[in-house]
């Protein structure tokens, strides 16, 4: 007797050949009935002999696509209808959104080939995608997921195309953005005015490249800008886009020209090969003829390959390319013609464009690759907007995020969805870029927040951002209490809860929420800065927090930055204030010392004695325990102490400088008799002044230096278990982005035998702060796991 089934399925399974695919299981069971989309995720109507049904349910779940996600999988037997066929039927449409929506995947090896062979139709298109790979988040306008309902509506497929939409034995079966030559978008290549050019664009695009132009060139969520990787180029567009030293990425034909230039493993080229495909961060080979000028500060290359038809159809002409977001500064990258008014001319000279919409911007994700695992530093395109699974269920919370690198974050019952990466908040553009982001996200994940998260400062520019969700009423009061952080740091405002949350206590809470947990941890927080609720610039933090609170337990021992801010982007001053502070010398060095180079190379003598005028009389010198601007001091000690350019800088310079793993520690102190206990390393910057006097190698130093930092970080939770009784460690914060530090104190502390937990999914950096807040403001609220 034949049975049916209603089968309801969630998770990430629209956009990703799961209906053909259902559809391919039904009939190897000789299974009828029918699967459609709907606004919960996929249905499926089956019928058939037990012995079918259970085997098709068992396919289901053993055998989904590969880019599918399945989170729920729910059958209810209904009557029999008596269908004689298995059939996709019409998407249903219906109140209570909860499907997934997939991320871009980058272009399958199927695809690649038929680019590629003459004799294949799709030979040199550029749009050429199938069931298994091309654009799904930055062109779906809605859910569920239907052509009509992405920017593909416009382009009606040709007779061939449509042939194989209905073919169940066709990749390309039901697969919503098929095109070809003769139905889908097509290139055009505009001038430096944004005129149309005649001729092929594609040919003309490759040379002029191959003179030294720079190209602008769309991809899938926004243009880059590209250009070949020779020092000409190179200098002008740096001068072009004002951006000196940051490291540009680098795009190479294939894996074989990649190995010609850098160093990868396994787990980094299968990162690299994954249908994310995003930046990866590896090692250069020293006979690299890839110019310094790539990336001046680091021996590093980020790296990765072509992740659409266009990439591969270019690079196939010319390889490798320097790829950059065509954007200034930190705005966000444009995505379409008319964004490109300040690019094209001043720093493109032409933009290979085409006329399939973009409809959200989704920059490159970034990663490197740390004792084999996965350490993201900027999750965007190919991750956004996979669910991360929380450890706890509430209303629906949005976080704002913070100001730097800003991603924001909204809750769905246990899950949370982080936008693609914003950039500054400071940059007029990217703040725009975040009001319309979350409004679209929002409205097309269904739902409306109940609660908004926000950092604990007053005046960031994220803090204002929950002014935008239309409450009114007074602004949440924070902690305000020295150094704890409370459940009553919310208050009722217009529709919406205003949860104000502590910049650290965020970092790890994100890490926390990565790993689901929900215990109390210590918390290691290491960035450049975030506000206490003492008033104080924090940024080398011990906590004891759980999801809900923290107790500050102990913190890097404070330092004066000279001028304020002005010591953020001068790291020679904040050398100058370790010297203040732990030596005492005069201006023009410590006594039988030559004067330290920075004094004269990068803080003339007049400045230097002024700077120390300030330091004496505490005037204009705030008090930090930023791990960032200890990291900035030891840099301009050892000659890395020009202005930055870009945040971060000295401290990337001090690690890339750093060489060997056998170097010993120096000294620290840890006073345990404060409340919070305080790590001091000024043991440790009077051996380094000793170690330079005696010309010891800075590389050496550089070395020990980082191996001090772990061991004083690791001696830290060791002292705090033992009054806590807490053994696992969360690493979070900026700092840990830098893998030396974080491969020693990882060793450190496993040897202490600690459970250790650190970041895979999110960021260490300020991208990652939205998950804390919001997992913050849910415990808060009273969820449960």
């Not at 299974?31 to 459609?36: F, K």
């Not at 994700?365 to 084999?372: A, F």
């Amino acid at each position: 007797m034949k049975k049916r089934l209603r089968v309801e399925i969630e998770g990430r399974v629209q956009g990703v050949g799961f209906r053909p695919t259902v559809y391919r299981h039904a009939r190897t069971c000789g299974v009828t009935g029918r699967v459609a989309n709907s606004t919960q995720g996929v249905t499926i109507e089956a019928e058939g002999a037990p012995e079918a049904l259970e085997r098709f349910l068992a396919l289901l779940r053993t055998a989904p696509p590969a880019q599918a996600r399945i989170a729920a999988l729910r059958s209810v037997e209904i009557p029999p209808a008596g269908d004689t066929t298995f059939a996709i039927a019409a998407s249903v449409r219906a109140e209570g959104l909860s499907a997934q929506m997939p991320p871009d995947l980058a272009l399958c090896a199927a695809c690649r080939a038929d680019i590629l062979n003459p004799a294949d139709r799709r030979h040199g298109y550029a749009f050429t995608n199938c069931t298994n790979c091309g654009p799904r988040f930055t062109i779906i306008a809605g859910l569920p997921y239907d052509r009509e309902r992405t920017t593909m509506s416009g382009f009606v497929m040709c007779a061939r195309c449509r042939a194989e939409y209905a073919d169940a034995a066709d990749r390309r079966f039901d697969a919503q953005p098929n095109a070809c030559p003769a139905c889908g978008p097509r290139l055009r290549l505009l001038d430096a005015g944004g005129n149309p050019l005649p001729g092929d664009p594609l040919p003309e695009a490759a040379a002029r490249l191959r003179r030294g132009e720079i190209l602008a060139l769309k991809g899938l969520g926004g243009f880059h800008l590209a250009c070949r990787t020779e020092e000409g180029p190179i200098a002008r567009l740096r001068a072009r886009k004002a951006r000196p030293h940051k490291a540009l990425a680098v795009m190479f034909r294939d894996l074989d020209e990649l190995r010609r230039h850098c160093r990868a493993d396994a787990v980094e080229e299968a990162e690299l090969t994954s249908p994310a495909a995003p930046i990866v961060i590896l090692d250069r080979r020293e006979d690299s003829t890839l110019p310094v000028g790539i990336s001046p500060d680091t021996r590093d290359v980020g790296a990765f390959l072509p992740y659409t038809p266009l990439h591969h159809l270019l690079l196939a002409q010319v390889s490798p390319l320097v790829m950059t977001s065509a954007n200034r500064a930190e705005e966000p990258i444009a995505r379409n013609a008319d964004e490109l008014g300040g690019i094209l001319g001043p720093i493109a000279d032409a933009a290979l464009d085409h006329d399939r919409p973009i409809l959200r911007r989704c920059d490159d994700s970034v990663l490197r690759v740390c004792e084999g695992r996965r350490l993201v530093i900027r999750r965007s395109r190919g991750f956004v907007p996979d669910a991360i699974a929380l450890p706890l269920d509430g209303p629906c919370v949005l976080a704002v995020g913070a100001d730097l690198k800003n991603v924001f974050a909204f809750t769905r019952g246990p899950e949370v969805f982080l936008s693609p990466h914003v950039g500054d908040l400071e940059e007029y553009a990217a703040a725009q870029f975040h009001r319309e982001a979350r409004d679209d996200l929002m409205r097309l994940f269904g739902v409306r927040p109940k609660i908004t998260a926000h950092d604990l400062h007053p005046d960031y520019f994220s803090t204002r951002m929950a002014d935008d969700e239309r409450q009114t009423g007074d602004r949440g009061p924070g902690t305000g209490d020295g150094g704890r952080g409370t459940a009553d740091d919310g208050r009722e405002a217009g529709s919406a809860r205003r949860v104000a949350v502590q910049h650290h206590h965020a970092h790890v809470a994100a890490c926390m929420a990565e790993h689901g947990l929900t215990d109390r941890v210590i918390g290691v927080a290491l960035d450049g800065a975030g506000y206490g609720p003492d008033g104080t610039v924090w940024g080398g933090e011990f906590l004891i927090a759980d999801l809900r609170d923290f107790r500050r337990a102990a913190r890097l021992a404070p330092l004066a930055m000279p001028g304020g801010d002005a010591a953020t982007r001068q790291p020679a001053r904040m050398a100058l204030a370790v010297l203040h502070a732990w030596l005492r010398p005069r201006p023009n060095g410590p006594e039988g010392l030559p004067p330290p180079a920075f004094y004269t190379e990068y803080l003339p003598a007049a400045e230097a004695a002024a700077l120390w005028t300030l330091l004496d009389r505490q005037l204009r010198c705030p008090l930090t325990s930023s791990a960032g601007r200890l990291f900035d001091a030891v840099a301009a000690l050892l000659g890395l102490g020009s202005p930055v350019t870009y945040e971060g800088q000295a401290a990337i310079r001090l690690e890339s400088l750093a060489e060997g793993d056998d170097a010993p520690p120096y000294a620290f102190d840890l006073t345990t008799s404060n409340d919070p206990w305080e790590l001091s390393f000024a043991p440790a910057v009077r051996e380094i002044v000793s170690d330079l006097a005696r010309g010891e190698d800075r590389r050496r130093i550089a070395a020990r230096f980082h191996r001090s930092v772990a061991a004083g970080v690791a001696a830290t939770c060791a002292a705090l278990r033992e009054r806590e009784g807490i053994e696992s460690v969360a690493l979070s914060g900026g700092v840990f982005q830098n893998r030396r530090l974080l491969r020693a104190l990882r060793h450190d502390l496993e040897a202490a035998r600690f459970r250790v937990y650190g970041h895979h999914v999110v960021p260490p950096n300020d991208g990652g702060i939205a998950l804390g807040q919001a997992a913050i403001a849910l415990a808060r609220a009273g969820g449960e796991g």
